[in-house]
């Protein structure tokens, strides 16, 4: 029988941290957000001349800023409505620590876990921007560039967000893999092909969200459960 | 009774009772939740954790705010600077017993609890 009683609890800071996660919202709002941006992206290098063409960069790149600076108020008007009428609020993590740079460079260890904090931006925005990035000073880009990328772009989400209030599950990560080898057999038009790791993580966010979503709010109805009582 | 161990009547008792406690501990990581979580997390009741509050916030260690998240009314409780300060004090205080009691059962300090010998059998009782 496996000892329970080994594993470290987690603190009440990152157990505040894990429920910004728990229905799900994130995951949807930041996959939906590549999933705009990209199409919009797409949209302007099937019909603009080529010249201008490396302004859909420009495009999404406003989407990645949108989220930086507006996905925590997105998320709480979403939260207001969804959440915390069925589940409670609890003040929202800091997505970023103001004393980020400074730990890093004083190679000081970990925050205290007692703090409230997430490194979702960090872990998962920033990861998937950095895939989208690489290829753009190539034209056209090469063909083993998508089958390649999603792989990588799996490792580093599962590993980078292994320890971290929101784990990918390892199989999740194998599906985003696996659909970079969809592009081997399947011909994919240049245009698309810088862009393609950005939908093709849009769409797995989405359906991640989306399933923690229904999953939440059917263990969750609203008004919430008789009291003192888990659901 | 040894130093250490009678640090334990020095204890905060309104922090020391579990209910309380959980409350504390659950306030300290998060900064400030509402009514609905914290009844979910400590498995409380809506008049059990009602009285708790109310406990707290008399004492001035707990802050109670009626806020509006959109247009969803909410009840959120933060730990003020007198209850973080009464935290710490009593979680201080508490790690220092419990660390003395686990040195001394590891051999690691001689002068732990003092052994009560029994009572000889000639020796009048002074209880009824």
Known sequence: MKDDSVRPMPSPGQRAASYWFVDGLPDLVFGLMLLIFGALGLWWRIHVPKPWMKFDLLLIGTGFCLVLWKGHEILDFLKSRLTYPRTGYVQPPEEFERTDVLTTLSLKPEPPVSQNVTHFAKRTVWVVFLSFLIPLNQDPVPRWFVPLAMPVLAVALYALNRNAERPYRWWSALILALTGLVSLWVEIPPLLQPLLPLLLAGVWLTAQGLVTLVRYLRANPYPPAPEGVRT | MTQ???????????????????IMLLLGGVGEADFLYLQREGGFTQGNLSGHLAKLEEAGYVAIEKKFKGKVPLTVCSLTGKGKAAFAQYANRMLRVLQHRLAWQSGAIDSGPPVIPPASPGVPHDGP
């Open chain 2, 4 to 22: 250490r161990i009678q640090e334990i009547s020095q204890l905060d008792r309104l922090i020391h009772e579990p209910a309380r406690l959980a």
